[in-house]
Nanobody, 127 residues
């Protein structure tokens, strides 16, 4: 089965760090854009970042770029999202999504524009 799977979430204290993983299963992320999103309880889904495996370029939403870093491993099977200085307001389900042949590293605005979505991983930050 071809899918993407997130992992690495958990309960962490404010000020800590986490590294989330987005793994490709049944394919590789070669020539894909991989975006990270999050959705907090009662809020709309929010785009965080995208990395293009075509050229390694990245995109971050302005309000989040200081504490979030996305990267990809050399085998192009796993994309990471590192979150530093975690805050209680970072509590959310974090999702990754992949779209083929990225012209640009960007957050696509429509869910159907992504080829694959993961099931999400829960991040809970305690104060």
């Amino acid at each position: 089965e071809v899918k993407v799977v997130e992992s690495g979430g958990g309960l962490v204290q404010a000020g800590g760090s986490l590294r989330l993983s987005c793994a490709a299963s049944g394919f590789t992320f070669d020539d894909y854009g991989i975006s990270w999103f999050r959705q907090a309880p009662g809020k709309e889904r929010e785009g965080i970042s995208t990395i293009s495996t075509r050229d390694g370029s990245t995109y971050y939403e302005d309000s989040l770029k200081d504490r979030f870093t996305t990267s990809i491993d050399s085998s192009k099977t796993t994309v990471y999202l590192e979150i530093n200085n975690l805050k209680p307001e970072d509590t959310a389900i974090y999702y990754c999504a992949a779209y083929f042949r990225p012209a640009l590293a960007m957050i696509l605005r429509r869910e159907y524009e992504y080829d694959y979505w993961g099931q999400g991983t829960q991040v809970t930050v305690s104060s």
